[in-house]
C-alpha cells in the first residue's frame, strides 16, 4: 500500500516502521549496494539486462508496468498447451496507487509480481501475486498471434480515453504471444472522524468483493495508532473479519523482490566465468562472497515476512453488535456510537460493524 494515500506527517507512529522492520530493509539495501557494485565494464557488458518501464500519469498518480531484467535475447515460449505457471524471463512487476479492476478481477494498490497460467482447457491467465500479502488473483486475459516473433519480449501499460472514462491498458508480447486486459481504476475516498483519518475506495455500484479485499488504510491523527492497510475477509462458513495489516510487509516483500534479482544476476554472472568467460582478477570470489550475504540476507527476509504474516504484523478484528442488511456493492465508512468509532462495512452479505477503539497497535 503506498503511503501517498496520505498528507505526510513529521510526527508521530502513523507513518513509523518498527525498528526491527527499519534494520531489516536497511539490511537489505546494504546488501543491494554490494550485490550492485561497480564490476568491470567488460563482465557487466557479458551479461547486462536491460530494465524496461512502461507508465502511465493520470493527474498526480501513476501506474508503471516493469520489467526489471529484460533479456536481450528472446527466450523460447513456454508451451501453453500444458497446465501450469510460467514466470516472465526477468520478472514483471506492476505497481497501482489504487485499485484497479483488471477484466473483472480486483487487484488492491500496491506492487504485484506477474505471471503466466495456464488451466484447464489451454485457458491463459495472468497471475498476480500481492507484494503487500494476501492470494493470489487471476486476471483474464485475450490472447492473440503476433504475424511474425517480436525481437524483444515487450510489457507496456496505456491509458485510453473513451465513453465509459479512461480505461488502463495492459499488453505482454512474448515472440508471436501476445496477451491484453483492460483495466477500471477506482476512485479514491477521504474520510475524517475525530482522531481517525480513512482512506477507502468508491467501489462500482454492483462490485462483488472478493474473499479477501482490500478497502483501504486507516491511521489515528493524534499519531498514538499507527497507519494500518484494512482488509474484509468474508467466506461462505465464516464471520466476515476485519484484517489490520502492517503496511511495511509490502517494503519488506520488495527488498526481498531486488534481492533475489540481484542475487540471480550474479548467479548468472558466475556461472559464465565457471564456463570459460574471460573475468578480471578476483571477480569470480567476489562474486561468491555477494552470493553468500544474499543468501544469508534472503533468509532474514524470509523469516521477517513469515512473523508479519503468522500475526506480528497483523490484527483480526470481529463484528460488533447485530449485522444490519446488506446492499449491492461495497461501502466503507466510519460512524460514531456509544461505544465509541466504528468502521461500517457494508456489501451483499450484509452491514458490518467494527470496534476501533484499541485496534490501532
Known amino acids: 500500500m503506498t503511503r501517498s494515500l496520505f498528507r505526510k506527517r513529521q510526527t508521530g507512529a502513523g507513518h513509523r516502521c518498527t525498528t526491527t522492520c527499519h534494520r531489516i530493509v536497511s539490511s537489505a539495501c546494504l546488501v543491494l549496494v554490494i550485490l550492485m557494485g561497480p564490476a568491470s565494464s567488460r563482465a557487466q557488458q557479458a551479461f547486462s539486462l536491460d530494465a524496461q518501464l512502461s507508465r502511465v500519469r493520470l493527474g498526480a498518480l501513476e501506474y508503471s508496468l516493469q520489467l526489471p531484467d529484460s533479456p536481450a535475447v528472446v527466450p523460447a515460449l513456454p508451451d501453453l498447451t500444458r497446465n501450469g505457471v510460467y514466470e516472465l524471463p526477468g520478472g514483471l512487476l506492476l505497481e497501482l496507487p489504487l485499485p484497479v479492476i483488471w477484466s473483472g478481477t480486483l487487484l488492491p494498490p500496491g506492487k504485484h509480481s506477474l505471471a503466466i497460467e495456464v488451466s484447464g482447457r489451454s ?28 525481437e524483444r519480449i515487450l510489457a507496456t501499460l496505456a491509458a485510453v480515453e ?9 499488453r505482454l508480447q512474448w515472440g508471436a504471444l501476445l496477451l491484453g486486459c483492460q483495466g477500471q481504476r477506482v476512485a479514491r475516498e477521504r474520510q475524517q472522524l475525530g482522531d481517525w483519518i480513512l482512506e477507502t475506495y468508491r467501489f462500482p455500484a454492483h462490485f462483488s468483493p472478493p474473499a ?16 494500518r492497510r484494512l482488509v474484509f475477509t468474508t467466506s461462505a462458513d465464516e464471520v466476515p473479519r476485519l484484517r489490520l495489516e502492517d503496511p511495511a510487509r509490502e517494503r519488506i516483500a520488495a527488498a526481498l523482490d531486488e534481492l533475489l534479482r540481484s542475487l540471480r544476476r550474479s548467479q548468472i554472472r558466475l556461472r559464465r566465468i565457471e564456463g570459460g568467460a574471460d573475468a578480471q582478477a578476483g571477480e569470480e570470489d567476489s562474486l561468491r562472497r555477494r552470493i553468500t550475504l544474499a543468501l544469508q540476507q534472503r533468509l532474514a527476509l524470509d523469516q521477517k515476512l513469515a512473523q508479519l504474516d503468522a500475526g506480528e504484523g497483523v490484527k483480526v478484528l470481529l463484528p460488533s453488535g447485530t ?22 462495512v457494508e456489501s451483499a452479505r450484509g452491514s458490518f460493524q467494527f470496534l476501533l477503539a484499541g485496534s490501532g497497535s
Open 212 to 227: 479477501h479485499c482490500v478497502i483501504g488504510v486507516i491511521e489515528s491523527g493524534t499519531g498514538d495508532k499507527p497507519l
Open 123 to 150: 485457458v491463459v491467465k495472468l497471475l498476480a501475486r500481492p507484494l503487500g500479502g494476501g492470494p493470489s488473483a487471476r486476471i483474464p486475459v485475450v490472447r492473440g498471434i503476433l504475424d511474425r516473433p517480436g
Open 162 to 170: 473513451g465513453s465509459e472514462g479512461t480505461q488502463l491498458v495492459l
Open 323 to 344: 449485522p444490519g442488511a446488506g446492499s449491492p456493492g461495497l461501502r466503507v465508512r466510519m460512524e460514531t456510537t456509544e461505544s465509541g468509532a466504528i468502521l461500517l
